[in-house]
């Protein structure tokens, strides 16, 4: 009866996420993330006032997804349990020393298995990087590249392609052969396990990223700023009402470290979904800063 009523619950949460019963991990994890984000953008938009048929209930996507992936690992470990134990004691009883063995040597092997898919990763990313560095090299110079780090969605999946990003960039500089965008989603609060480890990954990737250019939504703008990353922006004559200024640990003075460009209609343009706030910083040490600069500067007199 209880495995019935599991079925059912199944059913019911595979319904929720607008999925088939035979999706896989890689299906049930995108599905979730899209639909959290649209659940954070309709929140954002209007208020929040969303029509009732087109709302997705946070709280009950949560409690699918979470749902299904124990579902998923009780099953399991009830089909290894069956294909281990049986009902044969001989073999029962081999299954127990060898739980036993792992039991007290799992360290060792677990360090054997570490080390070998160390080794493994080790090899297959100095193959990969090998091949990347020569497409690269076969592509122009780049002119800038550009990081969107905050609360922003564009396309499906976590990591969105912005080839159509760089190409509405380029036709504003027909000077410029070639520009890199990419997109780092930062969740404005931290709501799930997905959140923490989105946080997480935002973190890793400010460590060793090395955009010319940052644009950031304004609580992202305020933990940068302070922490030194970007260059100053007193002495390049923006106009006073777009500046957005701060203070570091070793200056109490307030800089200008920010262009606002949240009423850019060029900006607007590029389709980027969920905050829009664009608060445009250059990093301290950019490889492009003045084609970072003419960037500011065209997006905030385009039209």
Known sequence: MEEQNDLIKLKQAYAE??????????????????????????????????????????????????????????????????????????????????????????????????????IGYGIKSYVDHRHEQAELAKLPPVDVSVMFFGNYLYGDGINPDMTNVETDILKQFPDWKRVVASLTYVPSEVRSEQDMALMQKSMLVLATDKSDLYIMDKANFDKLAPQEGLLPLDGDNFPADVQVKAQTEDDTADRVYGVDLSDSPLMKALGLQGTEEFIVGIRGNAKHPEPAKAFIRHYLGGS
Do not use: C
Not at 20 to 39: F, G, S, T
Not at 78 to 106: I, L, Q
């Open 17 to 118: 996420l607008g999925l088939p019963e035979d999706a896989d991990r890689e299906a049930l994890d995108n599905r979730y993330y899209v639909l959290m984000r649209r659940a954070r953008t309709q929140k954002m938009r209007d208020g929040g006032e969303v029509p009732s048929g087109e709302r997705v209930d946070e709280d009950k996507v949560n409690a699918a997804y979470r749902f299904i992936k124990d579902f998923e690992e009780e099953q399991a470990k009830a089909a290894y349990a069956r294909e281990t134990y049986g009902s044969d004691p001989k073999k029962a009883a081999r299954a127990v020393k060898r739980a036993h063995f792992f039991h007290y040597y799992k360290f060792h092997i677990l360090g054997v298995i570490v080390l070998l898919l160390a």
